[in-house]
């Protein structure tokens, strides 16, 4: 089993900057891509970024050059921060985490429960 848990979210004024984190834990042999993705009031989920284990990264258009994805692979822990935010980047925001149980099983995506981040105007 695997656990990821989220932390970082709250309360901010447009314009201000929040960074999230999601660690995760249990049994893990090896994580391949982890991201972020948010889901607002109403709307779809959608990507917000992503990154591989060696590093390479991919982003919403929405969220570039405002929010930076990292990972921290000996801690297997995610990092999202946010710059510049504005009130539509009010959602909750999930984090996942592509885990392999052992040495060439298969990956299986595993998602946080979330954490709110509300941007007030």
């Known amino acids: 089993q695997v656990h990821l848990v989220e932390s970082g979210g709250g309360l901010v004024q447009a314009g201000g900057s929040l960074r999230l984190s999601c660690a995760a834990s249990?049994?893990?042999?090896?994580?391949?891509?982890m991201g972020w993705y948010r889901q607002a009031p109403g709307k779809q989920r959608e990507l917000v970024a992503t990154?591989?284990?060696?590093?390479?990264?991919n982003y919403a258009d929405s969220v570039k050059d405002r929010f930076t994805i990292s990972r921290d692979n000996e801690k297997n822990t995610v990092y999202l921060q946010m710059n510049s935010l504005k009130p539509e980047d009010t959602a909750v925001y999930h984090c996942?985490?592509?885990?392999?149980?052992?040495?060439?099983?298969?990956?299986?995506?595993?998602w946080g429960p979330g954490t709110q981040v509300t941007v007030s105007s």
């Open positions: 996942t985490a592509d885990v392999a149980f052992y040495r060439g099983s298969s990956y299986l995506k595993y």
């Open positions: 990154i591989t284990s060696g590093g390479s990264t």
């Open positions: 249990g049994v893990i042999f090896s994580i391949n891509a």
